[in-house]
């Protein structure tokens, strides 16, 4: 008696929450009970009967049951999310964002960059802003809308950094005098090696000849280097050829490269990797905490190894794990989307497909729950994977409140039902829990609208209006002996209004909407009864344009 109970306060509570109880939903609550996995066969006909049923209440019946059962609900337990604390904390620690400009920030990317801004604000820090903007490779590459895009992702995620922003593509000149620093002390020399001898070298752990150059020679070299040609000389480090980690092995500080910047056009040949870069910079810019994916820890050692040789102070580094984000229908990524955008597959980097920032705010997500759910990751130290059904979740609970209720029937099918004897005025709640709000009408004969599939010999309830078997009306009042599936419908008549939802699988869904739609202001978010969420983007004098938030 009392899991029957259980089922049935936790089938309430899954229906008032999204509009319809979902088993698969309401499952997953019980083990907080007890329940024990090997039971599950045995009560899953009860569990689908008592969802079934609540799926048939009005909302009205769904709260006022829902008082007399809901102390069988376990609430989670809401633990406040803190970060955890860092080493070294002080009165003068300063942070950085270091976004490379060859796209909009996405959902992935830009976890590592509000985690900076997090601990600034936990520790009343600074955090600067450089852009990352060294010539990159010919598959990944700056782009001059980038730094605009970058910038508006910040102020609507709320980060706030110091001014001015810093470019490291005006930063050569300094980078150029530590070169030289570096090949005055002995420790770094340029190398002409072909691509294929120096990896040879360096899987024999043997030294490159170039490594014995002189001094004299070295800086020769290097004021060679900015009329050389491309790919023909770099500068390289002198860590050592036989370091355990291959990859530590002498590696390139300056390579050359002839592709036109977006800043600077084609006025530095000779380009930074982005050790060298941030070894110098993080020092001049008095970084004091550096929190970084676990993808750069060999930029890191590098980093250290380049402090070392100038006797600086170490920064505090932190990496955290890969965060992979289930369910989202695609890998992200800044440089497909680039592709993408420039082809014009995407309509740009606003399309849902990006997964930007931009995107996330045009389909009608809240600032405040990118944030949250960033805090709520941390600071991983191993790679985990997270549903995005997590920020899905926390972005509802921004929006359902404001949200009103409407109905919209996709790829609609028209029916018609025998035996209606009467036109009825149809008053249903815009919030189910705010009746105070008003309700919109609908105006309903005996031919309707539906999306769903109708089977034969199966009873269905339009919802607010009746039920029907096999398109012949049964009975008015809510019966749980019918057990009847709940479908939302539209009058067939010339009143609804035509809309489209964008998903964000890039694929509109055409249908019609209920008349009261047009009431609603664009950048309006309501929910589609049954749907899910969505935002009106536009709308033109014969059709509503609305993107898919979440359900």
Not at 270 to 284: C, F, G, K, M, N
Not at 407 to 415: A, C, H, Q, R, W
Not at 457 to 466: D, I, S
């Amino acid at each position: 008696m009392k899991l029957e109970k259980e089922m049935r306060a936790y089938a309430l509570k899954n229906a008032i929450e999204y509009g319809s109880a979902v088993v698969g939903k309401v499952l997953p609550k019980l083990f907080n009970h007890g329940l024990d996995k090997k039971e599950i066969g045995k009560i899953m006909p009860e569990l689908n009967r008592i969802v079934s049923e609540v799926n048939k209440l009005s909302a009205a019946q769904r709260e006022k049951e829902y008082e007399e059962v809901k102390m069988f609900v376990k609430e989670r337990e809401i633990v406040e999310k803190t970060l955890p604390e860092l080493e070294n904390v002080s009165d003068k620690m300063v942070f950085r964002l270091a976004p490379y400009p060859s796209g909009a920030l996405h959902i992935g990317n830009a976890k590592t960059y509000l985690l900076n801004a997090l601990y600034a604000e936990k520790y009343n820090a600074k955090i600067l802003l450089v852009m990352d903007d060294t010539i990159g490779s010919e598959e990944k590459q700056t782009t001059k809308e980038s730094y605009g895009l970058i910038e508006d992702g910040f102020k609507w995620l709320g980060v706030k950094y110091e001014k001015p922003v810093y470019y490291k593509s005006d930063r050569l000149e300094i980078y150029y005098k530590y070169a030289e620093d570096l090949i005055k002390k002995g420790k770094a020399y340029v190398c002409s090696c072909l691509q294929d001898d120096f990896k040879s070298f360096k899987e024999k752990e043997k030294d490159c000849p170039h490594r014995r150059q002189s001094v004299k020679v070295d800086l020769k070299l290097w004021k060679e280097m900015f009329k050389a040609k491309e790919g023909s000389l770099a500068l390289r480090i002198k860590t050592s050829m036989q370091d355990p980690n291959p990859a530590f092995r002498d590696r390139v500080l300056f390579k050359i490269s002839d592709r036109e910047h977006p800043r600077v056009g084609k006025k530095y040949r000779v380009w930074p990797t982005l050790e060298l870069s941030w070894a110098i910079d993080d020092h001049l810019l008095g970084i004091t905490h550096i929190l970084r994916g676990n993808d750069l820890a060999m930029e890191t050692e590098m980093e250290k190894f380049i402090w070392d040789i100038f006797g600086w102070k170490h920064a505090t580094v932190n990496h955290a794990g890969l965060v992979r984000i289930e369910g989202m229908g695609a890998k992200i990524s800044k440089s497909k989307s680039q592709k993408e955008v420039k082809s014009g597959e995407f309509t740009g980097w606003d399309d849902p497909r990006t997964w930007s920032l931009q995107s996330l705010k045009r389909r009608g997500f809240r600032p405040e729950a990118i944030r949250e759910f960033v805090k709520e990751i941390g600071l991983n130290r191993q790679d985990i994977t997270i549903p995005i059904d997590s920020l899905y979740a926390i972005n509802r609970k921004l929006i359902d409140k404001e949200a009103n209720r409407y109905f919209f029937v996709s790829e609609p099918k028209k029916i018609k039902i025998e035996g209606v004897k009467e036109k009825s005025v149809v008053e249903m709640p815009l919030h189910p829990d705010e009746p105070s709000r008003g309700a919109r009408k609908l105006h309903a004969g005996n031919e309707f609208f539906v999306s769903d599939k109708l089977e034969k010999n199966t009873f269905y309830r339009l919802m607010h209006l009746f039920n029907f078997k096999n398109e012949k009306f049964v009975s008015k009042d809510v019966d749980m002996k019918l057990n009847a599936k709940m479908i939302h419908w539209l009058p067939a008549d010339d009143k609804n209004v035509n809309v489209k939802v964008l998903m964000e699988d890039g694929a509109w869904v055409a249908g019609l909407g209920e008349p009261d739609l047009k009431k609603i202001s664009k950048k309006e978010i309501v929910q589609f009864e049954r749907f899910g969420f969505v935002i009106l983007d536009d709308k033109t004098p014969n059709e509503f344009l609305f993107w898919f938030l979440h359900k």
